[in-house]
């Protein structure tokens, strides 16, 4: 994404202070954020079509990790559209990956309104993102029929 963002001079790779704080955001994402996510679509997406039991005990950690760095996140955008400039840049779709799946996993992204509108906000604004959300739960909804979960 940064390659691509710098190749063709895009803003979602910003200049100046909003390029280090989109790459601090998107380092920070990969190190926290995105760490419990794919534990519960393991969990309840995956191991369901496996025809496999859930782990509770690892349904809490992914829940209490998701929690620990959402609310660092929440707080972040209480003021804020967007998450490091006045634009959406790679930092966003960094970060908003894992909401992708809420359906599916359960996250508790709820308990966080400035999160959820943030959110609301890149489904409503960006276009792009709009549409990837739309055919990803096309998909999913392919890949439920083949396996007979739908």
Do not use: C
């Not at 063709?8 to 990969?30: D, I, K, V």
């Not at 039991?53 to 967007?82: G, T």
């Not at 840049?89 to 960094?94: S, Y």
């Not at 999160?115 to 959300?133: F, I, S, Y």
């Amino acid at each position: 994404m940064i390659y691509l963002s710098e190749k063709f001079n895009s803003n979602l790779l910003p200049s100046g202070n909003a390029r280090y704080q989109t790459l601090e955001w998107m380092f920070w994402a990969a190190e926290h954020f995105r760490y419990g996510p794919p534990i519960l679509i393991e969990e309840r997406f995956f191991k369901k079509i496996h025809q496999k039991p859930e782990d509770s005990n690892l349904i809490a950690f992914a829940n209490k990790s998701i929690r620990r760095y959402s609310s660092i996140l929440d707080e972040h955008l209480k003021h804020r559209r967007f998450v490091a400039a006045e634009h959406v840049t790679l930092a966003d779709f960094d970060l908003v990956s894992p909401f992708s799946h809420i359906t599916r996993t359960q996250a508790p992204y709820d308990e966080f309104p400035n999160l959820m509108a943030w959110h609301q906000r890149l489904l409503d604004e960006v276009p792009a993102w709009k549409t990837t959300n739309d055919q990803l739960e096309i998909r999913v909804d392919e890949i439920k029929l083949a396996v007979g979960l739908a």
